[in-house]
C-alpha cells in the first residue's frame, strides 16, 4: 500500500477540491415578538421568547 497518488492532480482539480472552504452568512428571521433579527429555532437575545413564549427573563 502507498501514500503517494499513482497520478497528478491538475491545478483545476485540486482547486475544485478546495472551493467549499469559504463560510456562509448566517440564516436570519424575524422575532415574532419584537421584530429583532435573530438565528431561526434559537432564544432571541434582545427579548427572549421562543416559540411565541417567554424562556428567558431580560433585565433591561
Known sequence: MSICP???SSKGHRD???ANWKMSAPT???CSHCG???????????CG????????VNED
Open 36 to 46: 429583532a433579527l435573530m438565528q431561526p429555532h434559537k432564544v432571541c437575545k434582545k
Open 49 to 56: 421568547y421562543y416559540n411565541k413564549k417567554s424562556v428567558v
Open 16 to 18: 475544485q477540491r478546495r
Open 28 to 30: 436570519l428571521v424575524k
Open 6 to 8: 499513482k497520478n497528478k
